[in-house]
């Protein structure tokens, strides 16, 4: 058990090692959600939600945290594996004694570093920016929200790593397959709203809108969240079965 | 089994759904050798190793390993025999040296790096991010990282296919070192050269079946393929002057008489005779040739017979 632990350890240390030698992977993934907090943010100083004394900028820092939780552990996982997978390299692991277990954890380690790093730059960039900073009764909830996001999106990119068939598909794919549900998910405005009624339950179904949820709880007091944990529990357990029911050592 | 066979295959049968790709495989590989499978695309040759890596389980026939069974025993296999899959990618950012120390802590006795980086000739490029290696360089990089652990046994799948002469001399190099180390090897390839120059001893593999097994010398000998003797045709033999050898098929044309016997020394002795006997002194231009193994390969493999074979496994190797 320990030596499957050191192992994975190692394995997330040389994963991280590339992530960062990596320009385009940490540009992606660090820069393009800081860029969108700054610009979209910009636009919202000084808005308040309509009707209430909440400013637009305390819900949408979290709802740019959600986004930055999953670009890192859904795209930036999802698209990883699928390449790993397509170059060969999960089927020469396969050629070691190294556990399977281990070298799926150290990527999984790797993967919650990157994205509690995304998320503490957002964070702050959030607060120093726009004065946007998590009320005292929230930090459960925010907490609770980035542990099971960063959980529920790592297994869906597991899972979704499976489908992708080529190196070249994986970064459209995973961003694809998510962005549109991100921006009828408000995630990006804050005042986003006039879907038709049947789509509105649509997007409650997602995981993306459930996630930016139970954020924005743990920054503007709101109605509690149950049903956001709820459907990230469920999306994780469907991610994992898809995972370990499609998952694949060589394309 | 007997302590000094590092690998033994007996009977081993395969199916792919209705298609027989193994059809009952024999043979056996010693501790310290280099054995080469050799055969044409579509054999079995793949199919046969990756049975033996542990990542297929057979149909059919028993398979032993360093005394393991491969397909329960995989995880206890994998400390103690590298494998080279035919293609098989690396992580893109990583760096050699940094790559080959990660496979290190992957077993429980590994090779020191420097050690490993020699072997495979790979010491200047330690530093040298892997997308940037050459084919050849790349392949060396397979070598080390399957050696990485010091295993007792290397599998290698087709090493060289695809690499220009310079790339596959140095690999071959470097297969050089692995046996100097003392490890077994087992090899597959289609190339001759390389089966005839590297191998101990080789297995003639097509359609699913061991032709022949042996040394180079011993598998041409069982293909029971003629030595050929020739000398330059007498005037007097060409002329009609005098009577052809009695008990020799000689073929006579204008310049050089052929004959192609299973037992040389025999014939040679009746040739000389002859030749004695009708006053034509040594005969000029005499030469004796054995069978190659070429000539083996190309009358076991040859012309007709494979096309139906990779057409029959859809190019499964």
């Not at chain 1, 959600?66 to 996982?77: C, E, P, T």
């Not at chain 2, 190793?49 to 994998?78: H, K, M, N, S, Y």
């Not at chain 2, 060409?238 to 025999?266: K, N, T, W, Y």
């Amino acid at each position: 058990m320990t030596r499957s632990v050191r192992l994975a350890m190692g394995q997330a240390l040389i994963e991280q090692r590339s992530f960062w030698r990596s320009a385009e992977y940490a540009l992606f993934t660090f820069v393009f959600p800081l860029m969108i907090l700054l610009l979209i943010g910009a636009a919202n100083v000084g808005s308040y939600l309509p009707g209430t004394h909440i400013k637009n900028t305390t819900v949408f820092v979290p709802g740019i945290l959600a986004f930055g939780v999953i670009v890192a552990a859904y795209v930036n996982l999802g698209s990883k594996v699928a390449v790993l997978r397509h170059d060969g390299v999960l089927k020469r692991i396969k050629t070691t004694p190294l556990p399977s277990g281990a070298y799926l954890g150290g990527l999984l380690a790797s993967t919650v570093a990157t994205a509690i790093l995304l998320t503490a730059g957002t964070g702050l960039i959030g607060w120093l920016a726009f004065g946007a900073m998590p009320r005292p009764g929230g930090l459960l909830a925010l907490t609770a929200g980035l542990v099971l996001g960063i959980v529920c999106f790592a297994t869906l990119g597991l899972a979704i790593s499976s489908v992708i068939t080529s190196a070249e598909s994986a970064g459209p794919v995973t961003y694809a397959s998510f962005l549109p549900i991100a921006i009828i998910s408000g995630v990006f405005d804050p005042t986003f709203g006039g879907l038709p009624a049947w789509l509105s339950r649509v997007v409650d179904l997602f995981p993306v809108k459930s996630l930016a949820q139970v954020l924005q709880n743990g920054y503007a007091a709101q109605p509690f969240p149950a049903w956001g944990l709820v459907n990230l529990g469920l999306w994780t357990a469907a991610g994992a079965a898809f995972a370990i029911w499609r998952f694949r050592w060589h394309s | 089994m007997t302590d000094d066979v590092a690998v033994q295959v007996c009977d081993l049968r395969m199916s792919y759904g209705a298609t027989q790709v193994l059809c009952g495989v024999d043979f056996e590989v010693r501790y310290g050798e280099v054995f080469c499978l050799l055969g044409p695309n579509g054999a079995g040759k793949t199919t046969t190793l990756e049975i033996l890596e542990g990542f297929r389980r057979p149909t059919g026939g028993t398979v032993r390993v360093l005394g393991l069974d491969p397909t329960t025993q995989a995880a206890g296999l994998r400390e103690r025999a590298g494998m080279v899959l035919q293609e098989c990618g690396f992580p893109r950012q990583a760096r050699v040296a940094e790559l080959i120390d990660l496979w290190r802590t992957y077993y429980p006795n590994p090779r020191p790096l420097g050690d490993l980086l020699e072997v495979v000739e790979l010491t200047e490029a330690r530093n040298t991010q892997v997308r940037k290696l050459s084919g050849g360089q790349r392949r060396r990089l397979d070598f080390a990282l399957a050696l990485a652990g010091d295993p007792d046994l290397v599998f290698l799948d087709e090493p060289t296919t695809g690499f220009d002469p310079e790339a596959r001399r140095r690999c071959w190099a470097a297969i050089e070192n692995l046996r100097r180390l003392g490890k077994t090897i087992l090899l597959t390839t289609h190339y001759l050269d390389e089966a005839e120059r590297l191998a101990d001893r080789i297995a003639i593999l097509r359609a699913g079946r061991i032709e022949l097994a042996g040394t180079t010398q011993e598998v041409a000998v069982l293909a029971g393929l003629a030595t050929r003797i020739s000398f330059t045709t007498p005037a007097a033999l060409r002329r009609g002057q005098i009577p052809r050898p009695l008990g020799i098929d000689l073929a006579v044309s204008g310049s050089e008489s052929v004959c192609h016997s299973e037992h040389p020394g025999m014939t040679l002795r009746l040739l000389l005779d002859w030749a004695l006997e009708h006053g034509l002194g040594d005969l000029d231009g005499l030469a004796v040739t054995a069978p190659s193994l070429e000539d083996t390969y190309l009358e076991l493999t040859g012309a007709g017979a494979e096309p139906q074979v990779s057409q029959a496994i859809g190019g499964r190797t």
